[in-house]
């Protein structure tokens, strides 16, 4: 392993542990050993790590980490290299940089993969590094890798006010396609068409089949969908000929009462599941260089950003969680570890 000349080789750390895993879960700070990279891994000195609800379903005992992987929560960090394990990666060095983690986010020091790292934009603060790489991976993949949205085509995005869907929502626009959203308030309505959304919908008070069906007769090229259950059949109206819906999450249950295949069919629509913590680094490295060949320059110029809801001292991870719980945030929440 290949240390920067300014770091403290420190052996150990503070993480954030859950007792418990499950519906009654605590969340505790403890010390760890600072893990070691491999040969293919940098080590960073963690300054913010990014809050998302995956966080909260392995909290809750239903997303555990990968066989081997930090038991330590915490998908996306952002911070300064301070060693490596390959002479290969000695350019890494000092550099201020995020991304994704398979786990272990939540902690003073995180190892990632070399090739799955971004350069932090000088003008931007690790807070706001922290809150990118996995809402705007998880968006890029959906849009594009797997739904193929091109310029004039149409998305809707459900949970728009969320940091997947407020990075969705400039991805898309950016590229000249219409976005719709859906969304729980007035306020998460006006924040979404401030970041491109054509159209909001408050679906707790609109039928969003119905006025959707009006604005868009053509129908949706792709829909991202967190929600599952019920919004399925409500998604297939909606969908255009060829379309594609990509179901991120199940937020609304893993169970749908009566789907009817035939308009399927009839749409030639594909309905595809889809994470992004379980695919293989190779995917991942993929995926992060698309992204940066396709949008890191829109990151510099601040064209497009990450929508921070809130940023708070990682001793007060409980009320994090407990916003994203609640709905209460439009975009990330980000925990400081340092500042």
């Not at 090739?115 to 690790?126: C, E, I, R, V």
Request: aromatic share 8%.
């Amino acid at each position: 392993m290949i240390f920067s000349k300014d770091w403290s080789k420190a052996t150990e750390m503070s993480a954030v542990f859950v007792d418990a895993p499950g519906p009654h879960s605590e969340l505790r700070i403890a010390p760890l050993s600072v893990p070691t990279p491999t040969n293919t891994q940098v080590l960073v000195k963690v300054y913010a790590a990014g809050v998302n609800r995956a966080d909260l379903a392995q909290r809750a005992g239903i997303y555990p980490p990968h066989p081997g992987e930090s038991e330590v929560l915490g998908l996306e960090v952002a911070g300064i290299v301070v060693a490596v394990g390959d002479d290969s990666n000695r350019h890494w060095l000092d550099q201020a940089v995020f991304g994704l983690v398979p786990g272990g986010g939540y902690a003073e020091y995180a190892v990632i993969e070399a090739d799955q790292l971004f350069h932090k934009p000088a003008d931007w603060s690790f807070v706001q590094a922290a809150a990118t790489a996995e809402v705007f991976l998880t968006a890029y993949q959906a849009l594009f890798a797997i739904g193929g949205l091109t310029a004039g085509g149409a998305a809707l995005v459900h949970a728009g006010a969320s940091g997947v869907g407020t990075a969705a929502i400039q991805l898309a626009h950016s590229i000249g396609a219409k976005v719709a959203v859906t969304v729980g308030s007035t306020e998460k309505a006006k924040a979404c068409k401030e970041l491109g959304a054509s159209v909001a919908i408050e679906y707790k008070t609109t039928d969003f089949t119905t006025e959707l069906s009006q604005s868009f007769k053509k129908g949706f090229d792709v829909i991202i969908d967190p929600i599952a259950a019920d919004y399925l059949a409500k998604d297939l109206q909606v969908l255009a000929l060829d379309g594609k819906i990509v179901v991120l999450a199940m937020m609304g249950g893993r169970k749908v009462a009566e789907f009817d295949l035939a308009p399927m069919f009839k749409k030639r629509g594909q309905l595809i599941c889809s994470t992004l913590r379980n695919r293989t680094n190779s995917y991942k490295a993929e995926l992060v260089a698309k992204l940066t060949k396709d949008f890191y320059q829109a990151f510099v110029s601040g064209a497009i950003k990450p929508v921070i809801g809130l940023a708070l001292p990682w001793q007060q991870v409980e009320v994090a969680h407990q916003q994203i719980a609640t709905n209460q945030l439009v975009g990330k929440a980000v925990l400081q570890i340092i500042g």
